[in-house]
């Protein structure tokens, strides 16, 4: 049976482009520690639109999806 995704929907802040992949997955509570998201990226657990990302500070866009465990991340632009 699969398992169900958590869906979050995250925000940029006002003014920035991007967040890196590790900053993404500690401001979304989803590991816990820096030294863990820097891990679970390495070791190729983090999917970025349906393809296995290893790059720690890959520039994550509005628009984009993150999957990480039973985690789903939404990327999405300002809207202030």
Not at 6 to 20: K, Q, S, T, V, W
Not at 41 to 65: D, F, S, W
Request: charged share 30%; proline share 1%; net charge negative.
């Amino acid at each position: 049976m699969a398992q169900k995704l958590n869906r979050i929907h995250f925000a940029l802040r006002e003014g920035e482009d991007y967040i890196p992949l590790i900053s993404l997955l500690k401001a979304c509570d989803v590991v816990y520690s820096g030294a863990e998201a820097q891990e679970v990226v390495t070791a190729g657990m983090v999917l970025r639109n349906g393809e296995v990302e290893t790059r720690k500070r890959a520039k994550i866009t509005a628009g984009e999806v993150i999957v990480f465990e039973n985690f789903e991340i939404f990327v999405e632009g300002w809207d202030g």
